[in-house]
């Protein structure tokens, strides 16, 4: 059973960052690709970053200001997000899937119960 739990949400202001940290069962980051998603209220869950388990990473096009990385000895995939506007207000999910790589949330097996990211301006 593949777990994910996310953490480092909550309110900050318009140019911040944050740093969200998705904690995994044992071994998941190491063999499954682990994505980040992003879901803002009445909008479609959207794709934000993506890190393969041999350590590719992928971004969305607006995402420039958004890292992602991984601990294999941790078990744990973060999000580093600068810049922050309003715009990326939004729950912020952790998934992960041993097949699949790409930016289709539906495509994901595993998810965790999101993390509220709220930027004021």
């Known amino acids: 059973q593949v777990r994910l739990v996310e953490s480092g949400g909550g309110l900050v202001q318009a140019g911040d960052s944050l740093r969200l940290s998705c904690a995994a069962s044992r071994g998941t980051v190491s063999i499954y690709h682990m994505g980040w998603f992003r879901q803002a209220p009445g909008k479609e869950r959207e794709f934000v970053a993506v890190?393969?388990?041999?350590?590719?990473t992928n971004y969305a096009d607006s995402m420039g200001r958004f890292t992602i990385s991984r601990d294999s000895a941790k078990n744990t995939v973060d999000l580093q997000m600068n810049s922050l506007t309003p715009e990326d207000t939004a729950v912020y999910y952790c998934?992960?899937?041993?097949?699949?790589?790409?930016?289709?949330?539906?495509?994901?097996?595993?998810w965790g119960q999101g993390t509220q990211v709220t930027v004021s301006s």
């Open positions: 998934a992960a899937d041993r097949a699949y790589s790409g930016t289709y949330y539906k495509q994901y097996d595993h």
């Open positions: 890190i393969t388990r041999s350590g590719a």
